[in-house]
């Protein structure tokens, strides 16, 4: 073993048992040398890997402190309340330290490239790449039909904006749905109409209908792990949507932002049933950093030449480096390593979740449902029972929550939908909160 590796072993045995504390300062670098007997290079690169490993931290003209660790975190974080609110990524399950060398790599592999400007399309060989990692979520495409975007939000306001063959204009929804495109919609004074979903699913004569008789330019649905709802579409919905879509010329645009949380293997997605009228988006953001922005499109070909066009005069090309590293981590295994570990988080969580729901849900018109896998899902409130007060009431228990009202369109009729994440909540507070959540809505019953 080398001499600044028994040293990096040392320092970490005592931030784990609690010898050095979080935000503890350690001894100097000359300090270090002396009691460890090395040189004060051995010390600097000890320090440096700590500081990769997230253990250390530097302060210039300071020196190194330690980083809490997350036992330290959990005590403190007792009593910060129950973030049932938030759809953000958990830091805690996230590859800082495997991403970090995929950055370090890409700089490395494709330097002459981060000063030239790329394609709108994207990075030829990550496009090679995409178009078999894709296949493994049965998107069976040729790298020509697959665009890297900055987040799918990007592919979002491009489809609002250019032109489809057919000359249609308005978009239709689910509701509720997405917030982020309600709002892009009503900024650009794009047509949008609704069709109501719930946990069961949509109505399809209903959607026949709109397909048929409408001026529909495309149907924008999240088929899995819907947001807000968190429910899924069965095979057969998938299917009937893929077969209208083609009979009525619609394009349906599929938004597969959670499918790599999916646990069951024949859970295909719609693109899988007709890929000639559906745009296939994907984001990466969910799996890896939310400031990755990096996204997929997957589009027909008679839609491919008109957006890249638009993409290119919206930001030329997407980060070079945020796809060098993409590619990087993809080849390398990482993401599927990575993936499964998200997976099994968020799933013990979603579990453990439904157990809580199950056992504190006592009264009938209060709905909650049941899910096996995903990051959210919702309970229904009935109309008597005010969602916005029972809000504020647990706001002040330091219970997080937000209903579903900014999901839908103002034309269109609300339900009193409770969104639950479980993203940003450990697993043994999740009990503690759903209990605490039935016992306002007791209260509020009885007053």
């Not at 990755?292 to 480096?321: C, E, H, N, W």
């Not at 990051?375 to 929550?401: G, N, Q, V």
């Amino acid at each position: 073993m080398m001499r600044y590796e028994a040293l990096i072993q040392d320092i970490e045995r005592k931030i784990e048992d609690g010898r050095i504390r979080g935000g503890q300062k350690l001894p100097s670098v000359r300090e270090a040398s002396d009691a460890y007997a090395c040189s004060k290079s051995t010390v600097l690169r000890a320090y440096a890997e700590l500081e990769k490993r997230h253990r250390l931290y530097s302060v210039p003209q300071s020196g190194y402190y330690a980083v809490a660790q997350k036992q330290e975190e959990t005590s403190a974080s007792a009593n910060a309340g129950w973030n049932f609110a938030s759809v953000a990524p958990d830091p805690e399950v996230f590859p800082y330290l495997d991403f970090q060398h995929c950055i370090n790599k890409a700089i490395d592999r494709y330097r002459n490239h981060l000063f030239t400007y790329g394609t709108p399309q994207g990075l030829p060989s990550l496009l090679q790449v995409l178009s078999k990692h894709l296949a493994a979520y049965q998107v069976f495409a040729p790298p020509e039909r697959i665009t890297v975007t900055s987040g799918v939000q990007q592919a979002l306001s491009i489809l609002t904006h250019m032109p489809f063959p057919s000359g249609r204009r308005t978009v239709l929804v689910e509701q509720p749905t997405y917030t982020i495109l309600l709002e892009m919609l009503a900024l650009f004074g794009v047509p949008v109409q609704g069709i109501a979903r719930t946990e069961r699913g949509i109505d399809l004569d209903e959607l026949e209908t709109l397909f048929r008789d409408g001026d529909i330019k495309f149907f924008y649905t999240i088929p899995r792990f819907q947001n807000p709802l968190g429910a899924s579409y069965g095979t057969e919905t998938k299917k009937a949507i893929a077969a209208l879509a083609k009979r009525y010329d619609v394009i349906v645009v599929e938004d597969d932002f959670l499918a790599d949380l999916e646990t069951d293997p024949k859970a295909d997605p719609i693109h899988a049933y007709g890929a000639s009228h559906v745009v296939y988006l994907k984001s990466y953001s969910k799996i890896l950093f939310p400031g990755l922005r990096v996204g997929v499109a997957v589009l027909p070909p008679g839609l491919q030449d008109v957006f890249s066009r638009y993409k290119r005069f919206t930001d030329i090309d997407s980060s070079m480096l945020s796809q060098a590293a993409l590619e990087i981590y993809i080849q390398s295994g990482m993401f599927a390593r990575r993936k499964r570990k998200i997976s099994d988080t968020y799933r013990h969580r979603m579990l453990r979740l439904v157990r809580a729901l199950d056992a504190c849900n006592g009264t009938q018109d209060v709905r909650h449902l049941r899910l096996e896998a995903g990051m959210h899902t919702h309970i229904e409130l009935p109309p008597t029972l005010r969602s916005k007060t029972l809000i504020d009431r647990l706001a002040k228990k330091k219970i997080e929550l937000r209903d579903a009202d900014a999901c839908f369109l103002p034309s269109f009729p609300k339900r009193p939908l409770l969104q639950l994440s479980i993203s940003q909540i450990a697993d043994d507070r999740i009990d503690e909160g759903v209990a605490a959540l039935f016992a306002e809505i007791a209260r509020m019953r009885r007053s």
